[in-house]
């Protein structure tokens, strides 16, 4: 049987990516953000690849667990934490390590007396975005409670997150930077603070561990760079097969609510891909796929399960041709997603189980 859509992903792109984030960050450790099913590329297969990465961060409890009884032995570390007891305690049975980042989460671990403790814990510190973290002034008083605490063997390190990295030289990102170096450097503790943004663009921010998510997976943080001026190689090419096609005339309305109309006699082809495979509708009309080595218009809105495009310039189709939504030389994620008025993270994190995944080496 035939399935699509697919997403090829190229796990050598993977590791070729991997290593750009090691020449960059030489005398860093690596913590690869793997959260949202590794932006959609298969959290436990990405987790497999990268088996030189020091560790990995995932947003959530579940997520790490799923890691685990995958059998990735690395530490994981939770960017959200926990908020209970119970979670505390499978936190620790699963050897997952938690970022402690409000003051309620301090109370909880002073009050238990976990059958088996933590490690590789982190504070995360507020120094600009105003997500998650304790403000510089919170962080002594943080510190004795994680440090002394039966709970947590080994000290806790300093985390903080950018909120401006993509925007190069913004004064922001010196301003948070300097705040969690200052705190850093007052406690002895290690650091991690750079995102992929960072690791290309903010040297001084490296520290002790980098925490790179997007750049792993070849799409560019920067809106102004390509992720092949950054040399990163895009993982994901996202395909679909050609079902049909059809002739129009001159008035013929595509789609729902007509919103495309052909002004001249024409072809179109619709493509098994869909907002149902989490496709975005908001490429109606924008989008641009790739048939034949030739970049063609979405036309009309995307539906659940469908999408038309302009074959009037292509020759040679035929149904059952494939069809590349993105990952090609000819057109990028980074390119939809500014087709979609979002970024490449949304794009690639919301295709769902509707998509297959299919691995491969080169
Ligand atoms: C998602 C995330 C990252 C990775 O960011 P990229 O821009 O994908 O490199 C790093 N740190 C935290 C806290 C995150 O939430």
């Known amino acids: 049987m ?31 953000v793997i ?47 926990v908020n209970s007891i119970a979670d505390l305690q499978t936190a620790a049975d699963n050897f997952l390590s938690i970022v402690f980042h409000h003051a309620s989460q301090l109370e909880l671990i ?12 982190w504070l995360m510190v507020e120094t600009g975005m105003h997500r998650l973290g304790l403000s510089t002034d919170q962080i002594e008083g943080a510190l004795n409670v ?12 300093l985390m903080s997150h950018f909120a401006n990295s993509d925007l190069v030289g913004d004064p922001r990102n010196q301003q948070q930077l300097d705040l969690l170096m200052d705190s ?9 603070m750079a995102n992929s943004a960072a690791i290309m663009s903010i040297e001084a921010s490296h520290g002790d561990w980098v925490r790179p998510g997007i750049m792993l997976y070849g799409a560019s943080p920067f ?5 092949q001026d950054l040399d990163l190689k895009s993982v994901m090419m996202l395909k679909s097969e050609l079902i049909a096609m059809h002739t129009l005339q001159v008035g013929d309305n595509v789609g729902y609510g007509g919103t495309w ?25 924008v989008g641009s796929v790739v048939i034949h080595q030739q970049k ?38 980074d390119d939809m997603a500014v087709q979609a008025n979002t970024i490449s993270y949304e794009l690639l994190c919301q295709l769902n189980e509707r998509v297959k995944r299919e691995y491969h080496h080169g």
């Open 110 to 121: 002073a009050t238990v007396r976990l059958t088996r403790p933590l490690t590789f814990c």
């Open 223 to 227: 809106e102004d760079k390509t992720a």
């Open 35 to 81: 959260k949202a099913d590794a932006y959609g590329h298969g959290a436990i297969q990405v987790a497999q690849a990268l088996h030189d990465s020091d560790g990995f961060a995932v947003a959530r409890l579940s997520e790490g667990l799923r890691l685990r009884a995958a059998g990735i032995q690395q530490p994981i570390v939770i960017l959200e934490g």
């Open 146 to 157: 994680l440090n002394t605490s039966p709970n947590i063997i080994g000290e806790a390190g």
């Open 296 to 333: 063609v218009q979405v036309v009309g809105r995307v539906s659940m399960d469908m999408i038309a495009i302009n074959l009037s310039n292509v020759s040679d189709v035929c149904v059952g041709d494939t069809v590349i939504m993105w990952g090609n030389d000819l057109l990028t994620v």
């Open 184 to 192: 850093a450097q007052q406690y002895g503790l290690e650091t991690c």
């Open 261 to 285: 109309i052909a002004d001249k006699p024409g072809r179109i082809g619709i493509v098994s891909i869909g907002y149902g495979d989490g496709y975005s509708r908001h490429l109606s009309n």
């Open 2 to 32: 035939s399935s699509y859509p697919v997403a090829h992903i190229n796990l050598a792109a993977l590791q070729h990516n991997f290593q750009r984030v090691k020449q960059l960050a030489p005398n860093s450790k690596i913590m690869s």
